[in-house]
C-alpha cells in the first residue's frame, strides 16, 4: 500500500544548548520504531507506537532539506519491530506486535517504489529480538519473546523470500545486542531471561552453531553493543539489578571482556553510534531521571566525556549516522508524551 507524499514543515533552526540543531519534526510522534539509512542517503522510520497505538506509518528524512515526507503505510502496524538493508537495497522489517498479537509477519520495502510487500512469515512470532545481516546475504534473527522467551534463531533468505530455523541459542534472551565481529562470527550478549543475563555467546553462519564465550562483569539488559575500529566490542550501560553506567569490552581474539571507563550517567534504552573519528556517541536514555545527557567515549583512553545535552530529553529513540558525519536522532519517549521531534549532534 503506498501513499501519495506529504511533508512536515521544513525549517531547520538552531535552538537549545549549543551542539544539537533541531531540524524538522517528524509527521508522527513516535517510539519503539526503527530507523534505516538508505542507499540515496535518506532515513527511513518505520512504525513504532505513539503511545496509544501500534503504527504502520513510515516517514523519510532527506538530509539536504532537513524535510520529512511520508511514504507507503506497512501492511500491518508494529512496534518493538527490527528493520535490515539487504544487499539489494531493499528493507525487511520482520515481527514486533500490534499492541496485542506478537508478529510473526514480515515485510519489505522499495525506496524506488515507496511500496511495502509482504514476504515469508518467520516461524516464530516475536519481539525484543534481534536482526542482523550476514556476509552470505541472509539475515539472522535471534531470540526476544512470543509468549514464552526464545533462544530460536532463523534465517531469511532474500533470494526465496524463505525462512529456515537454524542452531538455537544456548540461552532464551530478550532485551539483548547482536554485533557482526570482523572475522563474521555474531556476538550476542546479555538480555533478559527472568533476570538480567551476563552470557554471550557466538554464531558461526557456516556451521549454524552458536558456541558459548565469556561472560560479561555484569549482568545487563536494554544496553548497547559497538564494534569498535580496533575490533573489539564496546558494551554500555543498560539495567540489571540497578541502572548501569559501566561499560566493557569484548575482545574476540581472546574472548574475554574486560572493564573500561564508566559513563558519567547511568542509563538504559539509550542509542550508541560510532562516529567518524572512532569515539562513540551515547544519548539520552532514562535512569534516575529520562535523560536529554549525551557523553562521548574514546576508544584511545577508555574514557568518557560529557558533550553537549539534547534539546530533548527521550529514550526509546533511534539514532542515525548520516553521510555528512551528523548523527540523526528521532521520536523516543520523554515520560509523558511520544515525540515528533527530531535534532542532529
Do not use: C
Amino acid at each position: 500500500m503506498s501513499t501519495s507524499p506529504t511533508t512536515s514543515s521544513s525549517s531547520t533552526t538552531t535552538t537549545g544548548i549549543p551542539g544539537w540543531t533541531t531540524t524538522g519534526n517528524m509527521a508522527v510522534a513516535r517510539q519503539y520504531h526503527t530507523a534505516s539509512i538508505l542507499g540515496n542517503g535518506k532515513v527511513l522510520v518505520t512504525g513504532g507506537s505513539n503511545g496509544s497505538n501500534s503504527l504502520n506509518s513510515a516517514e523519510l528524512y532527506d538530509p539536504t532539506t532537513g524535510i520529512w515526507t511520508t511514504t507507503g503505510y506497512m501492511n500491518v502496524a508494529r512496534q518493538y519491530h527490527t528493520a535490515s538493508i539487504l544487499g539489494n537495497g531493499i528493507i525487511l522489517v520482520t515481527g514486533g506486535n500490534n499492541g496485542s498479537i506478537y508478529l510473526y509477519s514480515a515485510e519489505l520495502y522499495d525506496p524506488t517504489t515507496g511500496i511495502w510487500t509482504t514476504t515469508g512469515n518467520m516461524n516464530y512470532a516475536r519481539i525484543f529480538h534481534t536482526a542482523f545481516l550476514l556476509e552470505n546475504g541472509n539475515v539472522l534473527v535471534t531470540g526476544g519473546f512470543g509468549r514464552i522467551y526464545l533462544s530460536s534463531a532463523e534465517l531469511y533468505d532474500p533470494t526465496t523470500g524463505n525462512w529456515t530455523s537454524t542452531g538455537n541459542m544456548n540461552f532464551a534472551r530478550e532485551y539483548h545486542t547482536a554485533a557482526i565481529l570482523r572475522n563474521g562470527i555474531v556476538l550476542v550478549t546479555g538480555g533478559y531471561y527472568k533476570s538480567a543475563l551476563n552470557s554471550a555467546e557466538l554464531y558461526n553462519s557456516t556451521t549454524g552453531i552458536w558456541t558459548i564465550t565469556g561472560k560479561m562483569t555484569f549482568a545487563r539488559q536494554f544496553h548497547t553493543a559497538s564494534i569498535l575500529e580496533n575490533g573489539n566490542v564496546l558494551v554500555t550501560g543498560g539495567s540489571g539489578s540497578s541502572y548501569l553506567s559501566s561499560a566493557e569490552l569484548y575482545d574476540p581474539i581472546t574472548s574475554s571482556w574486560t572493564i573500561t571507563g564508566n559513563m558519567n550517567v547511568a542509563r538504559e534504552n539509550h542509542t550508541a553510534s560510532i562516529l567518524g573519528n572512532g569515539t562513540v556517541l551515547v544519548t539520552g536514555g532514562s535512569g534516575s531521571s529520562y535523560l536529554s545527557s549525551a557523553e562521548l567515549y574514546d576508544p584511545t583512553t577508555g574514557s568518557w566525556t560529557s558533550t553537549r545535552n539534547m534539546n530533548f530529553a527521550r529514550e526509546y529513540h533511534t539514532a542515525s549516522i548520516l553521510a555528512n558525519g551528523k548523527v540523526l536522532v528521532t521520536g523516543g519517549y520523554n515520560g509523558s508524551n511520544s515525540l515528533n521531534s527530531a535534532e542532529l549532534y
